[in-house]
């Protein structure tokens, strides 16, 4: 077994930990003080991590051997565009996670000659963006879709009540309500509900398919 196989100089160590290091800190920083801070759901943390980590790792590897760049983005591509058949991501939950593989191969596949000081910067920025993102939306209007039966309270008379009823059900206070196709068949309706998002005080949806026949 050839020996310069585990010859591996302390400068390229050294490199891999600060990269690794500096991945980590900025991850942690997003999640558990800005997304944990804007968003009161938990589920996604460990994918997000765990994601983060093997996407650095693979990365790092495939910039250092003969397999060219252009590969290592191709293999963010696949990671980027991943959804889960089972319960799809929320869009939200869907962007921290696009970041969390967005920062893994930022500072993976930063170039040799790309000081340390500009990788901080450009991490710095990625934080600064989540950040003032999050803030100027935190009380944004907010939608959800619902199969409403109680169609007599769809007149126009009966508004206030339709409300009171949506809000006593759901918990939310809400803004308006957009009326959609009526089923008169069914006594039900396709309504929009508009609220605040409070914050991030909310439950986030996942999308199920409707097997229901016409």
Do not use: W
Request: charged share 20%; proline share 1%.
């Amino acid at each position: 077994m050839d020996i310069q196989l585990f010859k591996v100089s302390f400068s390229q160590i050294l490199l891999l930990l600060t990269k690794f290091s500096l991945n980590i800190s900025v991850f942690l920083i997003i999640t558990q003080l800005i997304y944990k801070k804007f968003n009161k759901s938990r589920e996604y943390l460990f994918t997000f991590g765990i994601f983060n980590v093997v996407i650095f790792l693979i990365c790092y590897h495939l910039s250092s051997s003969a397999l060219s760049i252009g590969f290592s983005f191709g293999l963010f591509a696949i990671f980027s565009i991943l959804r889960y058949r089972t319960i799809p991501l929320p869009a939200k939950d869907m962007t921290y996670f696009f970041m969390s593989i967005s920062i893994a191969v930022i500072n993976s596949l930063s170039a040799l000659d790309f000081s340390l000081i500009e990788l901080i910067t450009v991490n710095l920025l990625a934080i600064g963006s989540v950040y003032t993102f999050e803030y100027i939306h935190k009380d944004k209007e907010l939608m959800k879709y619902i199969k409403y039966e109680k169609i007599n309270l769809l007149k126009p008379q009966f508004h206030n009540e339709l409300i009171e009823d949506l809000q006593n059900r759901t918990g939310l206070q809400i803004n308006r309500v957009e009326i959609g196709r009526i089923d008169f068949l069914r006594d039900t309706a396709e309504i929009r509900i508009y609220y605040k998002s409070n914050n991030g005080h909310y439950v986030n949806e996942f999308v199920e398919d409707d097997d229901d026949d016409d």
